[in-house]
C-alpha cells in the first residue's frame, strides 16, 4: 500500500540523518585518537554509517509491519483489506461460480490469491497474483491460475480489476471483474469479506457449504440448491446447477 511505502521511506530518511549524526561523532572519535585514518578514510566510514543507519531502520520498519497485523490495520485505516473474501462471479447476470479470494501482506504491497468452485461445489481452479497495483480504492493484478485437476491441468493468465466500496472503517465489500486471457471471456465479481470469528472458523472447516451460506447470508447472489447426498437428481436438475439457474424440485410446474 502506498501509506506504508511512504512510511517506510521516512523510516529509511530518519535512518539516514541518524547516520549523519553518528557518522560526525565517529570521525570525531577517529580524528581525537590520531588513529591512522586518511581524509579519504574517513569519508568512507562516515558514508558506511548513513547507509547502514537508512537500511537497517529500513528493514526494521518492513519487518514490523510484515509481522504485525494490528500496527498494518492501525497505519492502514480505511484500507486495511487484507483476510478472506467470498465472491461470486457473474457472466451475462448469471452467476457462474463462487470462490475464496485471500489478500495477504507482501512487503508493503499485497498478495491476492483464491480457489474457484462451480455452483454445484466441484473445484474450479485456484489462481496467485503475480504484479498488484493498488490505486485506492482500486486493485488491479494480473494473475496466473490453474483449471481442472491433477490429470486435467489447464494453466492459463488473467487480469483482474476491483474496487473497494468505502465506509466508516475497513471495506467489507468490493465488486469488479476478472478476464481469462486465454479465452477471451470477462466475469463480473461481487465480495464480501469474511468476519473473523464464526465465519472464519466455518470456512477453515466446511468450505464450499459455507462459502454458499455466506453468499446467501450477505445477498451476493441466489445461487441454485445442491442436492443432499443420497437425494434423486435428474440430468436436467444437474443441467441447470452447473449453468447458475435455480433448481425445480420434481413434481412443480
Same mark, same amino acid.
Not at 65 to 81: A, C, D, E, I, T
Given at each position: 500500500?502506498?501509506?506504508?511505502?511512504?512510511?517506510?521511506?521516512?523510516?529509511?530518511?530518519?535512518?539516514?540523518?541518524?547516520?549523519?549524526?553518528?557518522?560526525?561523532?565517529?570521525?570525531?572519535?577517529?580524528?581525537?585518537?590520531?588513529?591512522?585514518?586518511?581524509?579519504?578514510?574517513?569519508?568512507?566510514?562516515?558514508?558506511?554509517?548513513?547507509?547502514?543507519?537508512?537500511? @537497517?531502520?529500513?528493514?526494521?520498519?518492513?519487518?514490523?509491519? %510484515?509481522?504485525?497485523?494490528?500496527?498494518?490495520?492501525?497505519?492502514?485505516?480505511?484500507?486495511?483489506?487484507?483476510?478472506?473474501?467470498?465472491?461470486?462471479?457473474?457472466?451475462?447476470?448469471?452467476?457462474? %461460480?463462487?470462490?475464496?479470494?485471500?489478500?495477504?501482506?507482501?512487503?508493503?504491497?499485497?498478495?491476492?490469491?483464491g480457489e474457484l468452485f462451480n455452483l454445484n461445489g466441484s473445484p474450479r481452479g485456484t489462481f496467485r497474483s503475480e504484479i498488484a497495483e493498488i490505486s485506492w480504492p482500486t486493485i488491479r493484478y494480473k494473475y496466473s491460475a490453474v483449471r481442472g485437476d491433477a490429470s486435467e491441468r489447464?494453466?492459463? !493468465?488473467?487480469?483482474?480489476?476491483?474496487?473497494?466500496?468505502?465506509?466508516?472503517?475497513?471495506?467489507?465489500?468490493?465488486?469488479?471483474?476478472?478476464?481469462?486471457?486465454?479465452?477471451?471471456?470477462?466475469?463480473?465479481? *461481487?465480495?464480501?469479506?469474511? !468476519?473473523?470469528?464464526?465465519?472464519?472458523?466455518?470456512?477453515?472447516?466446511?468450505?464450499? #457449504?459455507?462459502?454458499?451460506?455466506?453468499?446467501?447470508?450477505?445477498?451476493?447472489?441466489?445461487? #441454485?440448491?445442491? #442436492?443432499?447426498?443420497?437425494?434423486?437428481?435428474?440430468?436436467?436438475?444437474? *443441467?441447470?446447477? %452447473?449453468?447458475?439457474?435455480?433448481?425445480?424440485?420434481?413434481?412443480? @410446474?
Amino acid at each position: 500500500m502506498k501509506r506504508l511505502a511512504l512510511i517506510v521511506r521516512v523510516a529509511a530518511v530518519c535512518g539516514g540523518t541518524l547516520g549523519l549524526v553518528l557518522s560526525n561523532y565517529a570521525t570525531n572519535w577517529l580524528s581525537s585518537y590520531k588513529l591512522p585514518f586518511s581524509p579519504p578514510a574517513l569519508a568512507l566510514v562516515a558514508l558506511a554509517i548513513v547507509v547502514i543507519s537508512a537500511e @537497517a531502520l529500513k528493514e526494521t520498519s518492513e519487518l514490523l509491519f %510484515s509481522n504485525m497485523r494490528p500496527l498494518r490495520r492501525l497505519v492502514l485505516g480505511r484500507q486495511y483489506v487484507e483476510g478472506s473474501w467470498i465472491d461470486v462471479a457473474y457472466a451475462g447476470g448469471k452467476p457462474v %461460480s463462487i470462490g475464496i479470494i485471500r489478500i495477504e501482506p507482501d512487503g508493503t504491497g499485497v498478495r491476492i490469491s483464491g480457489e474457484l468452485f462451480n455452483l454445484n461445489g466441484s473445484p474450479r481452479g485456484t489462481f496467485r497474483s503475480e504484479i498488484a497495483e493498488i490505486s485506492w480504492p482500486t486493485i488491479r493484478y494480473k494473475y496466473s491460475a490453474v483449471r481442472g485437476d491433477a490429470s486435467e491441468r489447464d494453466d492459463f !493468465q488473467g487480469y483482474a480489476e476491483f474496487q473497494f466500496s468505502e465506509r466508516d472503517g475497513c471495506p467489507i465489500r468490493f465488486q469488479g471483474y476478472y478476464c481469462d486471457l486465454l479465452q477471451g471471456v470477462r466475469s463480473d465479481l *461481487r465480495a464480501v469479506r469474511i !468476519q473473523l470469528g464464526d465465519e472464519e472458523d466455518k470456512l477453515l472447516n466446511e468450505r464450499v #457449504p459455507a462459502v454458499r451460506e455466506i453468499a446467501h447470508k450477505y445477498k451476493l447472489a441466489d445461487l #441454485p440448491v445442491i #442436492p443432499e447426498p443420497g437425494e434423486n437428481t435428474n440430468e436436467d436438475n444437474v *443441467r441447470q446447477l %452447473s449453468q447458475g439457474l435455480k433448481r425445480t424440485p420434481e413434481g412443480t @410446474a
